[in-house]
Each structure stands twice: as structure tokens, then as C-alpha cells.
Nanobody, 129 residues
């Protein structure tokens, strides 16, 4: 059974940094697409970053480009979201997601939630001004 567990959410001041972690158990994450999404009450879920764990391809939403980065350690079956220069508008519940079937060629993974099969429980990030 696949399990996705997130950690790292916190309350920080604007301009600060934070790293979120996402550990997948029950399935290897090499050569697959993984992504981070966020949601605030009353708003649609927004994909912010995606990574192809078998290569170099990354994708970011315009709202976070240049401030957030994404990485994965396949040996630890863990994905990370590195957040810097945080703004109050980054306040949200953040979710990690994995599309588990392997892809053996470089892939620009999407930020479309319906393409991801396994989801974490969510972790809150609050940025105060």
C-alpha cells in the first residue's frame, strides 16, 4: 500500500524560508512525476511545482517561479519543496502528490492534480507580514 507523508509546514515571517518534505512508502519514486500543490479556503487548488525524478525536468507556476525550487532524493524516496522569499500570499495548505507509474524518458510533468494518484495529508504554511 502506498503511503505519502508530509512534514515541514510552519509559520514564518515574510521573506523567510522553509523546506517541506514528502516521504513515499510502498512504491519507489524514481522515474516518475511528483508535484506540490497548495490550496486556501474558497480557492481552487493550485499546482506550484513538479519534478521528473528520473531527469532534470522541472515545472513551476508563475506565482512561485524564482522563489521555490523542487528536488527529490530517490534513495530516500523523498521529495522536497524549498521555499524562500516567502510572501503572505504563499499562505496555504500544501500537498504533495505522486504519479507512480514509471516513465523512462525525460518528462515535463504537469501541474494538473487529476494526473497524480497518491496524495499526502497536507501541511500548513503560514506567512505573516
Amino acid at each position: 500500500q502506498v503511503k505519502v507523508v508530509q512534514s515541514g509546514g510552519d509559520s514564518v515571517q515574510a521573506g523567510g524560508s522553509l523546506t517541506l518534505s514528502c516521504v513515499v512508502s510502498g512504491h519507489p519514486i524514481n522515474h516518475t512525476c511528483m508535484a506540490w500543490f497548495r490550496q486556501t479556503p474558497g480557492k481552487e487548488r493550485e499546482g506550484v511545482a513538479a519534478i521528473y525524478t528520473g531527469g532534470l525536468a522541472r515545472r513551476f507556476s508563475d506565482s512561485v517561479k524564482g522563489r521555490l525550487s523542487i528536488s527529490a532524493d530517490v534513495a530516500k524516496n523523498t521529495m522536497y519543496l524549498h521555499m524562500r522569499l516567502l510572501k503572505p500570499e504563499d499562505t496555504a495548505m500544501y500537498y504533495c502528490a505522486a504519479d507512480l507509474p514509471p516513465r523512462y524518458s525525460e518528462t515535463f510533468c504537469t501541474l494538473l492534480g487529476h494526473e497524480y494518484r497518491a496524495w499526502g495529508q497536507g501541511t500548513q504554511v503560514t506567512v505573516s507580514s
